[in-house]
C-alpha cells in the first residue's frame, strides 16, 4: 500500500518536478517507510512506500525494468502474486525482488494491458513505456484504490489523493454542479469519474487507461460480472451457502498475504464477526482485533462493545478497545476533514480515523467488513425495490435511497450553483437501463456496489487508515466473491432481514447471539445530533467570510439549520447541517476559496 503520484507532459516541455515533489510530500502519511521519484522525457513520477510485501529495499519504487523498458508506480497489493510470478517464471521471465510490483510489471510486458485480468488485488498503477511514450494508467475491479487526475491540453497529473493534486497547483476548484447535485442526493457520494471539484476526475474502477504521447487516450472497462441468474446452483439455498462459505474463506485467506502482521477491524457485526471466524478456521490464533466507542449522546449508545467483546472471547484474540470521549470530537474531526480526498458525511469517518491512528501502532494491515451489505442486500431499503418490477427500477431507487427529492434540494441551494439538472435521476436511469440486471433488485445493486460503493465506505476505509499508513483489506469485495453474489438469487439475499445467505453461514461458526442481533453500524453520537464542540465547529465554518463569499447554500436556509441544529433530517435520517458543513468544512481545509 503507498501514494503514487505523476505528470505526463503534452506540449513538448518537460515535466514540472517541484509539482510532482508537492505531491508527492502530501502522500507521506500513505507511504511513511520510502520515497523514490523518477523522470525521462515527458514524464514524471513520485512514489511513498508503505512496506508490507518485500520489505527490502528491492521493492523501493518508482519501480524500472530497465531490459523490458518498463517504469511504474503502485499503489495496493495483487494477493495472487505468488501464483502469477510462477506462470511468468515457466515463460522465461526472471524476477530480482520478492515484490509484487515486479509481478505487476513482468505481468504488463507479458499480457500488455489484458494483465489486470490475471491479477487479484487491490490497486492503483502508472506505468511507462520507455520507447513509447505511452502512459497507462489503471484501478482495480471495484475501485478500492483511488486515482484522481487532472488534464489539460499541456499536461496530465495523476495521485492517489485529491489534496495532493491541489498541492501541485493549476487546478479548476469551481464546483461541479452535478457533483453538487449528487453529494447531496446520495450523502456526499459522488460517482467516478466526477468529483466535487470540476477540475478533477477519478479514473473509474474495473479501468485501464492508455494515454498516448499527444494527449489521447482510450479507456477499456475489463470487468463486469453479470447480475442474473445464470449460475448452476439454481435456487437451492443450501448449495449457495456453501458456496459462498467457501468464497468468503477464500477471500479471507487472500488477504492474509503480507510480510508484516494482520489484523480485523472488529465492530462485532456479522462482517467483521465472520472474518475473525474464518481465520481461526485457518489456524490463525491470538489474531489482533480492535473495536472503539464513543460516549452516549441525547439518549444514543455510543459503542458495541457486548458484541466485539463476545467475539473476541469466542475466538480468543488479541483484543484492544478503545473509549472516545466526546471531548476529543473536534480534534478528531479535523484531522478526518484533512484525510478526506473527497468531502464525506458519513460521521463514522471521524471513527475510523481515530480507530485507525491507534491501530496503526500495532500492526500495518488489517481485515474488516466493508461491502458485505451492498455485495448481498443488506440494507433497508432493498425490499421496497425488490418489490417492483425491472421499469420501474430507477424510480423505486430514488424514492428509498435519495436524501431528499430534486425539489427540496434545489431549495437548498443558491441560485448560482448551476445545479438546477436532475444530475442524480439522470445517473440512475443510465446505470439501470444497461443490459445485465435481471431484476429491480439486481440492477439497484449493480449500481451500489459498482458506482456507489467505491466512493463512499470503500473511500471512507482507504483514506482514514492511510491517513495513518495503515492497510485495511475487504475480502467482501474479493471481485469472486462478487460475481458469485451477483448471480445469487434475491431472494436468498434477501431472507431474514437481509444477507440470508451470509446469516445462515453465521449459525454455523458464530454465537446467535451476533447473528440474530440488530442491524448495528459504527456511531458517533457527538456528530450524528450535533454535539456542543461538533456544532461550535460546524457554525464557525458556515459562517466564516469564505463561506459566505462561495454562496453555495442559500444563506436563509443555513440560518434555520443552525437554528435547529438536530431537527432537520435527510429521508434516511442523516443529520441535514452535518451534510451542507462537511462540504464547507472541507473546502476550507483544503484552502479553497
Not at 370 to 384: L, R, S
Not at 480 to 486: D, F, N, Q
Given at each position: 500500500?503507498?501514494?503514487?503520484?505523476?505528470?505526463?507532459?503534452?506540449?513538448?516541455?518537460r515535466?514540472?518536478?517541484?509539482?510532482?515533489?508537492?505531491?508527492?510530500?502530501?502522500?507521506?502519511p500513505r507511504?511513511?517507510?520510502?520515497?523514490?521519484?523518477?523522470?525521462?522525457?515527458?514524464?514524471?513520477?513520485?512514489?511513498?512506500?508503505?512496506?508490507?510485501?518485500?520489505?527490502?529495499?528491492?521493492?523501493?519504487?518508482?519501480?524500472?525494468?530497465?531490459?523490458?523498458g518498463?517504469?511504474?508506480?503502485?499503489?495496493?497489493?495483487?494477493?495472487?502474486?505468488r501464483e502469477?510470478r510462477r506462470?511468468?517464471?515457466?515463460?522465461?521471465?526472471?524476477?530480482?525482488?520478492?515484490?509484487?510490483?515486479?509481478?505487476f510489471?513482468?505481468?504488463?510486458?507479458?499480457w500488455?494491458r489484458?494483465c489486470?485480468?490475471?491479477?487479484?488485488?487491490?490497486?492503483?498503477?502508472?506505468?511507462?513505456?520507455h520507447?513509447?511514450?505511452?502512459?497507462?494508467?489503471?484501478?482495480?475491479?471495484?475501485?478500492?484504490?483511488?486515482?484522481?487526475?487532472?488534464?489539460?491540453?499541456?499536461?496530465?497529473?495523476?495521485?492517489s489523493?485529491?489534496?495532493?493534486l491541489?498541492?501541485?497547483?493549476?487546478?479548476?476548484?469551481?464546483?461541479?454542479?452535478?457533483?453538487?447535485?449528487?453529494?447531496?442526493?446520495?450523502?456526499g457520494?459522488?460517482?467516478?469519474?466526477?468529483?466535487?471539484?470540476?477540475?478533477?476526475?477519478?479514473?473509474?474502477?474495473?479501468?485501464?487507461?492508455?494515454?498516448?504521447p499527444?494527449?489521447?487516450?482510450?479507456?477499456?472497462c475489463y470487468?463486469?460480472?453479470?447480475?442474473?441468474?445464470?449460475s448452476?446452483?439454481g435456487?437451492?439455498?443450501?448449495?449457495?451457502?456453501?458456496?459462498?462459505?467457501?468464497a468468503?474463506?477464500?477471500?479471507?485467506?487472500?488477504?492474509?498475504?503480507?510480510?508484516?502482521?494482520?489484523?480485523?477491524?472488529?465492530?462485532g457485526?456479522?462482517?467483521?464477526?465472520?472474518?475473525?471466524?474464518?481465520?481461526?478456521?485457518?489456524g490463525?490464533?491470538?489474531?489482533?482485533t480492535?473495536?472503539?466507542?464513543?460516549?452516549?449522546e441525547?439518549?444514543?449508545?455510543g459503542?458495541?462493545?457486548?458484541y466485539?467483546?463476545?467475539?473476541?472471547?469466542?475466538?480468543?484474540?488479541?483484543h484492544?478497545?478503545?473509549?472516545?470521549?466526546?471531548?476529543r470530537?473536534p480534534a478528531?474531526l479535523?484531522?478526518?476533514?484533512?484525510?478526506?480526498?473527497?468531502?464525506?458525511?458519513?460521521?463514522?469517518?471521524?471513527?475510523?480515523?481515530?480507530?485507525?491512528?491507534?491501530?496503526?501502532?500495532?500492526?500495518?494491515?488489517?481485515?474488516?467488513g466493508?461491502?458485505?451489505?451492498?455485495?448481498?442486500?443488506?440494507?433497508?431499503?432493498?425490499?421496497?425495490i425488490?418489490?417492483?418490477?425491472?421499469?420501474?427500477?430507477?424510480?423505486?431507487?430514488?424514492?428509498?435511497?435519495?436524501?431528499r427529492?430534486?425539489d427540496d434540494?434545489?431549495?437548498?441551494?443558491?441560485?448560482?450553483?448551476?445545479?438546477?439538472?436532475?444530475?442524480?435521476?439522470?445517473?440512475?436511469?443510465?446505470?439501470?437501463?444497461?443490459?445485465g440486471?435481471?431484476t429491480a433488485?439486481?440492477?439497484?445493486?449493480?449500481?451500489?456496489?459498482?458506482?456507489?460503493?467505491?466512493?463512499?465506505?470503500?473511500?471512507?476505509?482507504?483514506?482514514m487508515?492511510?491517513?495513518?499508513?495503515?492497510?485495511?483489506?475487504?475480502?467482501?469485495?474479493?471481485h469472486?466473491?462478487?460475481?458469485?453474489?451477483?448471480a445469487?438469487?434475491?431472494?436468498?439475499?434477501?431472507?431474514?432481514?437481509?444477507?440470508?445467505?451470509?446469516?445462515?453461514?453465521?449459525?454455523k461458526?458464530?454465537?446467535?447471539?451476533?447473528?440474530?442481533?440488530?442491524?448495528?453500524?459504527?456511531?458517533?453520537?457527538?456528530?450524528?445530533?450535533?454535539?456542543?464542540?461538533?456544532?461550535?465547529?460546524?457554525?464557525?465554518?458556515?459562517?466564516?467570510?469564505?463561506a459566505?463569499?462561495?454562496?453555495?447554500f442559500?444563506?436563509r436556509?443555513?440560518a434555520r439549520?443552525?437554528?435547529?441544529?438536530?431537527?432537520?433530517?435527510?429521508?434516511?435520517?442523516?443529520?441535514?447541517?452535518?451534510q451542507?458543513?462537511?462540504?464547507?468544512?472541507?473546502?476550507?481545509?483544503?484552502?479553497?476559496?
Open positions: 500500500m503507498c501514494g503514487l503520484s505523476g505528470e505526463v507532459r503534452f506540449d513538448g516541455g515535466p514540472d518536478l517541484a509539482a510532482v515533489e508537492r505531491m508527492t510530500d502530501m502522500l507521506e507511504g511513511p517507510d520510502g520515497r523514490g521519484a523518477w523522470s525521462q522525457g515527458a514524464v514524471a513520477l513520485g512514489h511513498r512506500r508503505l512496506k508490507i510485501i518485500d520489505l527490502s529495499e528491492r521493492g523501493a519504487q518508482p519501480m524500472t525494468d530497465a531490459r523490458l518498463l517504469t511504474v508506480v503502485f499503489n495496493g497489493c495483487v494477493y495472487n502474486h502469477v506462470r511468468l517464471e515457466g515463460v522465461g521471465h526472471r524476477f530480482f525482488s520478492e515484490s509484487d510490483t515486479e509481478v510489471i513482468k505481468a504488463y510486458a507479458e500488455g489484458e489486470v485480468d490475471h491479477l487479484i488485488g487491490m490497486f492503483a498503477f502508472a506505468l511507462v513505456e520507447h513509447t511514450g505511452r502512459v497507462v494508467l489503471g484501478r482495480d475491479r471495484l475501485g478500492i484504490k483511488p486515482l484522481y487526475v487532472t488534464q489539460d491540453a499541456a499536461r496530465l497529473r495523476f495521485a489523493t485529491l489534496p495532493a491541489l498541492a501541485a497547483g493549476g487546478v479548476d476548484t469551481s464546483l461541479d454542479p452535478a457533483a453538487l447535485h449528487q453529494y447531496l442526493s446520495w450523502h457520494t459522488v460517482p467516478a469519474p466526477r468529483t466535487v471539484l470540476a477540475g478533477v476526475r477519478k479514473i473509474p474502477p474495473a479501468t485501464v487507461r492508455v494515454i498516448e499527444d494527449g489521447t487516450h482510450r479507456d477499456h470487468w463486469q460480472p453479470s447480475y442474473t441468474r445464470h448452476v446452483l435456487a437451492d439455498p443450501a448449495l449457495w451457502r456453501e458456496a459462498v462459505h467457501d468468503l474463506r477464500t477471500a479471507v485467506r487472500r488477504r492474509t498475504v503480507a510480510d508484516v502482521p494482520v489484523g480485523v477491524l472488529l465492530s457485526g456479522l462482517d467483521s464477526s465472520l472474518i475473525v471466524a474464518l481465520l481461526a478456521e485457518e490463525h490464533e491470538k489474531v489482533p480492535f473495536a472503539m466507542g464513543f460516549e452516549s441525547n439518549g444514543e449508545e459503542d458495541e462493545f457486548h466485539s467483546d463476545l467475539i473476541a472471547r469466542t475466538f480468543s484474540t488479541d484492544s478497545q478503545f473509549m472516545i470521549p466526546s471531548d470530537l478528531a479535523e484531522g478526518a476533514i484533512a484525510a478526506m480526498s473527497e468531502p464525506m458525511v458519513s460521521h463514522d469517518a471521524v471513527a475510523f480515523h481515530m480507530l485507525s491512528e491507534q491501530v496503526a501502532k500495532d500492526v500495518k494491515v488489517v481485515l474488516c466493508q461491502g458485505a451489505d451492498e455485495v448481498f442486500a443488506g440494507y433497508h431499503w432493498y425490499p421496497p425488490a418489490a417492483v418490477a425491472r421499469e420501474d427500477a430507477p424510480a423505486a431507487y430514488a424514492d428509498a435511497y435519495f436524501d427529492t430534486h434540494l434545489a431549495a437548498m441551494l443558491d441560485p448560482g450553483t448551476g445545479a438546477a439538472r436532475d444530475a442524480s435521476t439522470d445517473f440512475v436511469r443510465a446505470h439501470m437501463a444497461a443490459p440486471a435481471e433488485l439486481d440492477a439497484a445493486l449493480r449500481m451500489d456496489v459498482h458506482a456507489l460503493m467505491p466512493d463512499d465506505p470503500v473511500k471512507r476505509v482507504d483514506n487508515t492511510m491517513a495513518w499508513g495503515l492497510e485495511a483489506r475487504v475480502p467482501f469485495l474479493d469472486e466473491l462478487v460475481e458469485l453474489a451477483a445469487c438469487p434475491p431472494e436468498l439475499k434477501l431472507a431474514q432481514g437481509g444477507k440470508a445467505v451470509l446469516k445462515d453461514i453465521g449459525r461458526i458464530l454465537p446467535p447471539e451476533v447473528v440474530d442481533r440488530p442491524k448495528g453500524y459504527f456511531p458517533v453520537p457527538g456528530v450524528r445530533h450535533m454535539a456542543e464542540p461538533v456544532l461550535a465547529r460546524v457554525r464557525d465554518a458556515l459562517t466564516a467570510p469564505e459566505r463569499r462561495r454562496g453555495v442559500d444563506q436556509y443555513v439549520l443552525l437554528a435547529e441544529p438536530d431537527r432537520h433530517r435527510a429521508k434516511r435520517g442523516a443529520n441535514t447541517l452535518w451542507v458543513a462537511t462540504l464547507e468544512l472541507w473546502l476550507q481545509a483544503h484552502g479553497i476559496h
